[in-house]
C-alpha cells in the first residue's frame, strides 16, 4: 500500500514570497490533516479535512496560510507571504475516517521541509 | 486543553541499556494515546497505540501502558539498539471531541551508542 506522499521535499525562499506544498493521502482516506513542526517542538495541526470538507482549522494563520482539498483526494497547503518563523517542516497525514476513534490511526508523509531567509 | 508533556531530552544510553521515555497528559474525556518515532531525515512514524485504560501497546519490542490513575504513557524498552536513535513522540487524540486530531509533545531525542 503506497503511503502519504508529499512534495517538493525541500524549499528554500526569501521572507514575502509565495510556496506551496502537495499532498496526495493513502488511497480511500477521507481524512487528511497538514502538521506544522518547527525545530525542537511536537507537530502541530494546522487544518483539518474531511473528504473536502474543513472539520479544523483554529491553528491556520488565515491571513497567510490556506489550504484546499477540492475533490475530496490531493490537498495544496499554500503561505504567502511567507515570514522567516514560517520555516518548519510541513507533514500531511491521513487516516480512514476520524470519526472512528478507537480505530483511528494517522499516517504521516515524510514531510516538506521549508526554509525562509 | 488536552496537552502532552514528554521528558525533557536528549536522553543518551548504551546498547543494551534499559529505556524509559515519561510521557504525562492532560485531556477531558477518554483520549487514545500513541507513542510515534521520528528518524533522521523521516517523517513520523507510529510506533505503538493504547485505546483505553491499561491497555499495554507494544511494537519492536517497545511497551507502553495506558495509565488514567496517573494520566501516563511511559514508554519503555529492555534493551535498546544504536538503531532505535531517533526522536520519539508522545500524542493524543482527543476522545471527546469527533475530529480525531492528534495532539504532541515536545519531542525526546534518544540518543544510542555503541
Known amino acids: 500500500e503506497a503511503g502519504v506522499a508529499q512534495s517538493p521535499r525541500y524549499k528554500i525562499i526569501e521572507k514575502r514570497q509565495s510556496v506551496a506544498f502537495w499532498c496526495n493521502p493513502i488511497?480511500?482516506?477521507?481524512?487528511l490533516y497538514w502538521y506544522q513542526q518547527i525545530l525542537g517542538q511536537g507537530p502541530k495541526l494546522l487544518i483539518q479535512f474531511q473528504n473536502n470538507g474543513v472539520v479544523d482549522d483554529s491553528q491556520l494563520p488565515k491571513d497567510r496560510f490556506s489550504a484546499e482539498r477540492l475533490k475530496g483526494v490531493d490537498s495544496t497547503l499554500k503561505i504567502q507571504p511567507a515570514k522567516l518563523e514560517d520555516s518548519a517542516v510541513y507533514l500531511c497525514?491521513?487516516?480512514?475516517?476520524?470519526?472512528?476513534?478507537?480505530?483511528?490511526?494517522?499516517?504521516f508523509g515524510e514531510g516538506s521541509w521549508l526554509t525562509v531567509v | 486543553g488536552n496537552s502532552v508533556t514528554q521528558m525533557e531530552g536528549p536522553v543518551t544510553l548504551s546498547e543494551e541499556a534499559f529505556l524509559t521515555i515519561n510521557c504525562t497528559y492532560t485531556?477531558?474525556?477518554?483520549?487514545?494515546l500513541f507513542w510515534y518515532v521520528q528518524y533522521p531525515g523521516e517523517g513520523l512514524q507510529l510506533l505503538l497505540k493504547a485505546t483505553k485504560a491499561d491497555d499495554k501497546g507494544s511494537n519492536k519490542g517497545f511497551e507502553a501502558t495506558y495509565r488514567k490513575e496517573t494520566t501516563s504513557f511511559h514508554l519503555e524498552k529492555g534493551s535498546v539498539q544504536v538503531s532505535d536513535s531517533a526522536v520519539y513522540f508522545c500524542a493524543l487524540s482527543d476522545g471527546s471531541s469527533n475530529t480525531g486530531k492528534l495532539i504532541f509533545g515536545q519531542g525526546t531525542t534518544l540518543q544510542v551508542k555503541p
Open positions: 485531556a477531558t474525556g477518554y483520549p487514545s
Open positions: 497525514a491521513s487516516s480512514a475516517d476520524s470519526r472512528l476513534l478507537s480505530g483511528n490511526t494517522i499516517y
Open positions: 488511497s480511500g482516506h477521507a481524512t
